[in-house]
């Protein structure tokens, strides 16, 4: 190679701009691999720094392992450093494919390690980051050595908590004192009543009651102990959705007028929430606890004469297998988003919502694979809601097209994620064809399903649906634009889509969205259903009612408004896939009051086994309804269920002595 740095890019977690990488090289090393600045996520890139760029030049390799938690991220600085390299290699008058010699797998030098603790969290999001922290605080106040050991799968922590907006909590006491004179903020009661209601008295309402009971001190205990920061409560997404339970994260997006905040407020929430755990994993190394990731907990170690949980066997990276030998242990580890035959599985068997079952487009970390649900159903533990509907709140394409540039507008409104300006590019314009309500959607039998737009709507339907075009439906998109500007938030966004502006480039992207066979195109509608593998009687029919509501001015099926029923007109017709986007499942372990796993008889704790935050989510609901659209409700339950369980924990190990 022609010893000097090169520089090369390639798109990461974030599409609207790829992650630039330096190598610096001499003849025939590797000297240096530099991420640049960039727009993927903070706590990913930091991943990559501390874990991938070092095994990258300790192996002299661009073809080591990804980091869990950081997967694109680092596919991005994989394939950027290989195309700096190649680079590097031509300069220097070497065939291009002499980069094989940095393609070399990773070598493993791992080997068989024992590991003594107390109290072991299983998953560093939300709810293991708060166990690990409440539990060493615990051994700490009663003047114990803390023995506390925190893994995680992922190259990072935080989990899917860290891409949140806000946890839930009712009345936090010393944050409604300091600054709503100590006046409540909601009426507890009132949504208690409110969420038996929904749930149909089939939560395990004893427990959600507990939840809402510590929610608050929960919040005091994040804001005033740990640093994190968080704006007055809001009310949830839906009109009916009055208790002010939402607290925000605090972000340069949403600063609130006159508040001291103590502290410099820097990035959206992304960044705040990287921030906030960092501290939170600082305070509790300070006590005493260690923390090891990218180590995955693959099996439960299980006493079954005594029937009780004594550890873990666990995966390093570095191929080391640990036998982890524990008096209690919590499961934290978010639940099975991340495993589609788990879905499959386990969301088919609800019996309200037949289409569930299949593989979800997924938002949140893919490393949370139910491998701990797995191994404890194998031991005898029992499930409750383990089919309920996932955590649906956006739609995608899925589709994913760099072909048109980035427009950031200066004085737009900041992006309330990432801190920038908020822009647009055509480069969105396929997941405005799944997302916009001015056409219609129908499910995988060829039915329309719901009122299109309609917020977190998209898991009616399954796992996906079909957005039904026409020639004259696109032809109005290229003349009058979008009804209304489209966004969604899943790994395809690339800004908006802005409504009301031309977009003649569409005809253009649907002969590049045909080529990459994401969408189907026919004559007529009958050949449609046939390309989109669906019933054509069924489908015809609903297309044939929905032509009619258009020229009847009224949606005599779900009411949409009269100003978005766009007659499909005459072929030839088009229809592309979209996706439900989940967060994550939310059904899993059955618990009881504190947390404790329970048998499948749903009597009989398992000793020292515990579940936290989505790992066992499903007790405060019902299968027969999603989640619910209160705010913030999945990230309270893990931010408390993750506190009030490493105490509980504790207490459970000094007694077991």
């Known amino acids: 190679m022609k010893p000097g740095t090169y520089t090369a890019s390639a798109y990461g977690f974030i599409q609207i701009a790829p992650v630039e990488v330096s190598v610096t090289v001499d003849e025939s090393k590797i000297l240096d691999i530099e991420v640049n600045g960039n727009r993927d996520s903070v706590a990913m890139v930091r991943s990559v720094d501390t874990y991938l760029i070092p095994r990258m030049l300790e192996n002299q390799s661009v073809a080591v392992d990804s980091i869990s938690g950081a997967t694109a991220t680092s596919g991005a600085v994989k394939a950027a450093a290989a195309q700096a390299l190649k680079e590097a290699l031509e300069a220097g008058g070497s065939d291009p494919a002499a980069i094989a010699a940095f393609q070399t797998e990773e070598v493993k030098t791992g080997g068989e390690q024992t590991l003594e603790t107390d109290i072991l969290v299983v998953g560093m999001g939300g709810s293991g980051c708060a166990a690990a922290m409440s539990a060493a605080e615990a051994q700490a106040a009663n003047g114990q050595e803390v023995r506390v050991l925190a893994i995680d799968k992922a190259g990072r922590f935080g989990g899917t908590s860290a891409f949140c907006g806000e946890p839930m909590a009712v009345n936090a006491p010393k944050y409604k004192e300091e600054f709503n004179n100590g006046e409540d903020y909601m009426d507890g009661a009132a949504l208690l009543a409110a969420w038996n209601q929904y749930t149909e008295g089939e939560a395990k309402m004893e427990i959600v009651e507990k939840f809402l009971d510590h929610s608050g001190d929960t919040v005091d205990w994040l804001y005033y102990d740990h640093g994190f920061l968080f704006n007055n409560p809001l009310t949830g997404f839906g009109p009916e959705d009055v208790y002010r339970c939402k607290y925000q994260y605090v972000s340069i997006f949403n600063i609130e007028e006159g508040r001291d905040y103590g502290e410099e407020i820097t990035g959206g929430q992304n960044t705040q929430t990287d921030k906030y755990f960092a501290r939170l994993m600082e305070d509790f190394t300070e006590l005493g606890g260690e923390y090891m990731l990218e180590t995955e907990a693959v099996e439960l170690l299980y006493d079954q004469a005594s029937n009780t949980i004594t550890g873990v066997k666990a995966v390093g990276h570095d191929g080391a297998v640990y036998t982890i030998n524990a008096k209690a242990v919590i499961l934290a580890s978010g639940g099975f988003a991340g495993n589609g035959a788990m879905e499959t599985e386990y969301l088919a068997q609800n019996p309200y919502y037949p289409d569930l079952g299949g593989e979800w487009n997924l938002i949140g970390m893919a490393q949370n694979d139910g491998k701990m649900i797995r191994s404890a159903i194998a031991l005898g533990a029992g499930t409750y809601n383990i089919d309920m509907v996932p955590m649906v709140h956006f739609g995608t394409s899925g ?98 889509t802005p409504g009301e502006m031309p977009i003649p480039e569409i005809r253009e992207i649907t002969e590049t969205l045909l080529d990459m066979g994401v969408m189907v195109k026919a004559d007529t509608l009958e050949e449609l259903a046939a390309q989109m593998d669906v019933p054509a009687d069924t489908f015809t029919a609903s297309m044939n009612d929905y032509e009619a509501y258009c020229t009847n001015g009224a ?99 000094n007694s077991a002595e």
């Open 555 to 653: 949606d005599e099926q779900y009411g949409k408004d009269a100003s978005r029923l766009l007659p499909l007109g005459d072929g030839p017709y088009y229809a592309m896939k979209g996706y439900s986007s989940t967060f994550s499942t939310v059904g899993g372990l059955d618990i009881d009051e504190n947390c404790n796993v329970l048998q499948a008889d749903g009597e009989t704790p398992i000793g020292g086994l515990y579940a936290v935050g989505n790992e066992s989510g499903g007790v405060l609901y019902t299968n027969k309804k999603p989640y619910v659209t209160y705010g913030g409700a999945a990230l309270g339950w893990a931010f408390t269920s993750g506190r009030l369980t490493g105490i509980t924990a504790v207490e459970y190990a």
């Open 399 to 496: 589709v994913v097209i760099h072909d048109y540039p980035y427009h950031e507008e200066a004085d737009a409104a900041l992006d309330q994620w990432y801190g920038w300006p908020r822009g647009w590019s055509l480069n969105n314009v396929p997941d405005a064809m799944v997302l916009t309500n001015m056409i219609p959607w129908v499910n995988t039998h060829g039915e329309r399903f719901v009122m299109e737009g309609a917020m977190f709507s998209w898991w009616l339907s399954g796992p996906s649906y079909w957005a039904i075009w026409s020639e004259d439906l696109i032809d109005s998109v290229a003349e009058k634009g979008f009804p209304a500007t489209v966004f969604t938030y899943t790994s395809t966004a690339q800004g908006v």
